[in-house]
């Protein structure tokens, strides 16, 4: 989305939470809202959604399902109108696969010998993995890419039939140019697994020790995650160097190769696949007061589904209870304030992110406001650890920007950073992309500079590494920075 050029100075704008001159009572009402933002409500939002009765809140589970009931919950106490034909759900379909048991992987070095991998520090369970159990010899296959059109092959020198691969996630190409929207394709773990299957494999350690749910359910082919030093050391007892190896990859050589025949690995799952699942967005207005700005919107969004049960919950509370903990902060504001905002405001609260963004993918293609009418997305991921923010696309904006700075500058006084709008070739890893593809300029807000250890996609993403205080301030920048925006009547839409 493009915006005229302003006529009016940045410095002229004369209130940052307004975009226009109001009341002192008027003021006064908006800032006493914005001082009740409070920090524990925000983190008890967290709780709530990080307990275990929603099993991590896997996007198409039953367990998801009710955590978005209870977001939809508090909408309605609070005021926040319902934006889909009266109702607070946009379903979509969502396959997912129940996961009940962490699983067995026992890797042997040598015939006789035996060794117990142990969940969570060796390995985890596929979130997407078929139910049994698989043994065989291994065959290592670098990306798992074939590529004929772009010379590249890591199966050409390799017979996995009936074997178990060691693959590695990501592509031999990292310069995000046109060349990697060649490229890009086969970066996905959904081709790389049904590539190893085309090929005859009957199961796979995946060399990315994440819990990740944006896989495929694959008749019979069983896998697990397993953690780089693991990699190392089945490389080591097979007389290879696993750094020389990956150096070749980066290469763009493909130094496939089948181990030992006395190495081998056995991989246990015990999962039930659920291919007719569905999941839902959950979305409330606050609707704009101006008559005719109010045809104009802002969404604040932010993905509400985990990584779920692996055996052991996976809270997901930095990611992302957090960003979604975050925006119910700043919904709860802007319904308790008696002054509403000219253009209406949208919360979005996303489905099937950590699947493949399949909520943002499906309200960019069913919206519940016109795309040409709405203003801003500002998606939120991760946003509740650090002492800092900083907004992607802001240098690209600035005339959108400047209400942000000004809220910081004038009230929250936190470091805050900004980058330019660039490209991106490769494959989309945020929700904010699939708005952004349909043609509405986004932002991302992140914090910055870490307090506690990041564990991303591991069982150890709990509350107890939140900093409420960050929360809290993310709360107040959306609340009055969008307000600023939404009252703004100097941006205009093309």
Not at 198 to 203: E, M, P, Q, R, S
Not at 362 to 388: H, S
Not at 417 to 422: I, Q
Not at 442 to 467: A, G, R
Request: glycine share 8%; proline share 5%.
């Amino acid at each position: 989305m493009k915006f005229k050029n302003l006529l009016v100075a940045f410095f002229l704008i004369p209130l940052v939470f307004t975009g226009f001159a109001q009341s002192s009572t008027e003021t006064e009402q908006i800032l006493n809202t914005f001082h009740s933002i409070s920090s524990n409500d925000i983190l008890q939002f967290a709780e709530e959604l990080s307990s275990d009765k929603y099993k991590g809140r896997l996007s198409g589970s039953p367990e998801y399902l009710e955590a978005a009931q209870w977001c939809a919950g508090k909408f309605k106490e609070w005021g926040v109108l319902p934006a889909n034909n009266g109702s607070y759900f946009q379903y979509f379909p969502n396959e997912y696969s129940e996961v009940f048991t962490k699983g067995k992987v026992t890797y042997s070095p040598k015939k006789g010998e035996e060794i117990q991998l142990q969940f969570s520090d060796d390995y985890l369970p596929g979130s997407n993995s078929a139910s049994g159990t698989v043994s065989g010899n291994l065959v290592y296959v670098g990306y798992g890419i074939t590529a004929p059109e772009l010379n590249y092959d890591d199966y050409k020198n390799v017979d996995v039939k009936d074997k178990i691969i060691l693959l590695e996630s990501g592509i031999p190409y990292a310069k995000n140019d046109t060349t990697l929207a060649s490229w890009t394709p086969y970066a996905y773990h959904r081709y790389k697994f049904r590539n190893a299957v085309k090929h005859g494999a009957a199961g796979m350690l995946y060399i990315s020790k994440l819990a990740n749910p944006n896989t495929v359910n694959l008749e019979n082919f069983v896998y697990a995650h397993i953690d780089q030093n693991i990699a190392e050391q089945i490389f080591s007892d097979a007389g290879k160097n696993y750094s020389e190896i990956k150096t070749e990859l980066s290469k763009m050589k493909t130094p496939s190769f089948a181990l030992p025949a006395n190495q081998t690995v056995s991989i246990t799952a015990k999962t039930q696949y659920f291919p007719d699942a569905k999941a839902c967005n959950v979305i409330g207005k606050i609707e704009g007061s101006d008559p005719v700005l109010k045809n104009e919107a802002i969404i604040i969004g932010g993905h509400l589904d985990g990584q779920g049960y692996l055996g052991e919950i996976f809270p997901s509370a930095l990611d992302n209870a957090s960003g979604v903990a975050d925006i119910l902060g700043a919904a709860k504001a802007f319904a308790e304030s008696e002054i509403k905002p000219k253009r209406t405001v949208l919360f979005i609260l996303l489905g099937g992110e950590e699947c493949g963004l399949y909520g943002s993918k499906f309200y960019a293609e069913n919206p519940l406001f016109p795309i040409d009418k709405t203003l801003l997305m500002i998606n939120l991921d991760m946003v509740g650890n650090g002492t800092g923010f900083h907004i992607a696309n802001g240098k690209s904006y600035p005339e959108l920007f400047a209400h942000f700075e000004k809220v910081n500058t004038k009230y929250l006084h936190r470091k805050m950073g900004a980058s330019e709008w660039k490209k991106n070739y490769g494959r989309p890893r945020s929700d904010a992309s699939n708005f952004e593809n349909a043609g509405i300029t986004t932002f991302s807000l992140y914090t910055s500079e870490s307090v506690f250890p990041v564990h991303y996609h591991q069982p150890l993403d709990k509350t107890d590494v939140l900093t409420p205080e960050i929360m809290e301030d993310a709360a107040k920048l959306l609340y009055l920075g969008i307000r600023g925006i939404a009252n703004d009547e100097n941006i205009k839409m093309n």
